[in-house]
C-alpha cells in the first residue's frame, strides 16, 4: 500500500494575504479558495500562505495574535473554511498567544473536512538573517520558536508540516518520511533576496531526498508593502520535478498528486530502503 491512499487534487492558495486589516484577509481569501472550489471541483486539500491573516513583520506578530481557541477569529474562519468547502486545509499560519507563557509562535493550524482542528505546527527555526544590501529579519525578537516536528494523519495518508524558513533543516522532512509521509507543505514567505537564491532548490531537495511531494505557498506580492514576499508557490513531485508554479502575483495553483509516482521513484531509486542507520543516526527515533 503506497503512503498516499489514492491520487488527490490541490490547491494553493497564492493571494496578497498580510493586509492589516484580518477581515480583509479573510474574505479574500474565502474568495480564491471559493474559485478554486469552481475551477477544480473535487480539490481535497488546499495550502494556504505563511501569516495568511496579517502583516509579516516582527513588529506586528503580537499585536495579531490570537489564543487557539474555537471562538478566536482566525480558528473560527479556517474552521469554517474547511467544513464549507470539504477539504483538508492547511491554514498557512497565524500569529498564535500562548497565554500560559505569554509567548507568541508563528503558527500553522490544519483542519479536516469537518472544520475539525487535526494538529499544529509551530515554526520551529526562526528566521533571523542579515543579508548585507538584502534583507534583515529578525523573527526571535518577538516570537518563540516551537519545539515538535509535526506529521498529520488524514484520510488521504500522512503528511509533514513546517513553515518557511523550517524548509532549510531537512531534518523535519526526512522525520516525517520516516513516519510514512506522502508530501511536505511549508507555508511560507520567501523574499525577493532569498527566493531567488533557493526557494526553488530547497523545495526540490526535500523531495529528492525523501522521494514525497513537497509544497510551497507564498503570499503573492504586493508592491509597495514593508515585506516583499517572492510569490513561486510550487508543488514538487518525488522525482524532483515541478509540476506547479505561481507567478509573483495572485494566482491558484493546482495539481494532482498520484500514489504511483511516489511508489515507482521509490522503486527505481530505492534510498528510502538503502539507508545505513548503522553508519549515521536515524533522526526520526527520538524526534519530538
Ligand atoms: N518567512 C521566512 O521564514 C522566510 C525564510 C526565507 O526567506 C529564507 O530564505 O529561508
Not at 495579531?64 to 474552521?79: C, D, G, H, R, T
Not at 498564535?96 to 508563528?106: D, K
Not at 527566493?195 to 523531495?207: E, I, K, N, V
Not at 508593502?225 to 509540476?243: K, T, W
Request: proline content about 6%.
Amino acid at each position: 500500500m503506497s503512503v498516499l491512499k489514492s491520487k488527490i487534487k490541490v490547491a494553493l492558495i497564492q493571494f496578497a494575504s498580510g493586509m492589516p486589516d484580518k477581515a480583509v484577509n479573510f474574505k479574500n481569501c474565502r474568495k480564491f479558495v471559493a474559485e478554486a472550489m469552481r475551477q477544480e471541483p473535487g480539490t481535497s486539500l488546499v495550502v494556504l500562505p505563511e501569516c495568511f491573516n496579517s502583516t509579516y513583520a516582527a513588529s506586528e506578530f503580537r499585536k495579531n495574535a490570537e489564543v487557539i481557541e474555537q471562538s478566536s477569529p482566525s480558528v473560527k474562519f479556517l474552521s469554517d473554511l474547511a467544513r464549507d468547502y470539504k477539504v483538508t486545509l492547511v491554514g498557512g499560519t497565524i500569529p498564535e498567544l500562548e497565554p500560559a507563557s505569554n509567548n507568541v509562535y508563528n503558527t500553522c493550524l490544519i483542519f479536516d473536512k469537518t472544520g475539525q482542528l487535526i494538529g499544529r505546527h509551530r515554526k520551529v527555526h526562526l528566521f533571523d538573517v542579515d543579508i548585507p544590501g538584502g534583507i534583515r529579519f529578525k523573527e526571535s525578537d518577538s516570537l518563540t520558536g516551537g519545539d515538535t516536528s509535526t506529521t498529520i494523519d488524514t484520510p488521504h495518508g500522512k503528511f509533514g508540516v513546517g513553515v518557511c524558513y523550517d524548509m532549510r533543516f531537512p531534518e523535519l522532512a526526512t522525520v516525517s518520511a520516516r513516519r510514512g509521509a506522502f508530501a511536505m507543505i511549508y507555508p511560507s514567505a520567501f523574499n525577493t533576496t532569498t527566493g531567488p537564491l533557493h526557494w526553488h532548490l530547497l523545495a526540490r531537495a526535500r523531495s529528492v531526498d525523501n522521494e514525497l511531494y513537497t509544497m510551497l505557498c507564498s503570499p503573492a506580492r504586493v508592491p509597495g508593502s514593508g515585506y516583499q514576499a517572492y510569490g513561486h508557490s510550487l508543488v514538487v513531485d518525488p522525482q524532483g520535478n515541478i509540476i506547479a508554479e505561481a507567478g509573483q502575483g495572485e494566482e491558484i495553483i493546482y495539481a494532482e498528486l498520484d500514489p504511483e509516482k511516489i511508489d515507482m521513484m521509490r522503486n527505481m531509486i530505492p534510498v528510502t530502503r538503502q539507508t545505513r542507520f548503522d553508519v549515521y543516526h536515524d533522526v526520526s527515533t527520538d524526534a519530538k
